[in-house]
């Protein structure tokens, strides 16, 4: 919607007036920006992973479980 309203606003969008009002719209309006470096990007890997485990065992639980009770 920001850009919408950019592009009416300005002759040109985008340019580098333009693409500030954007921003400083943005934050106005409560928007953050998410910064993602490489220690964000290992820790979203990371849990990922931990979660995809997670899930690995708690499937090879309930698979024993089930074994047991048609014993």
């Known amino acids: 919607m920001v850009i919408m309203q950019a592009r009416a606003k300005f ?3 985008p340019s ?3 693409s500030h009002w954007v921003h400083s719209e943005y ?3 409560g928007g953050q920006f998410v910064e993602v470096s490489n220690d964000t990007k290992q820790k979203a ?3 990922k992973h ?3 485990k997670k899930r690995e ?3 090879q639980r309930s698979e024993h479980t089930k074994s ?3 014993k």
Do not use: V
Request: a positive charge.
């Open 11 to 13: 002759a040109t969008y």
């Open 68 to 70: 047991k009770d048609r």
């Open 16 to 18: 580098p007036g333009a």
């Open 57 to 59: 065992r708690l499937e």
């Open 27 to 29: 934050i106005k309006h």
């Open 50 to 52: 931990f979660e995809e």
């Open 45 to 47: 890997a990371a849990k």
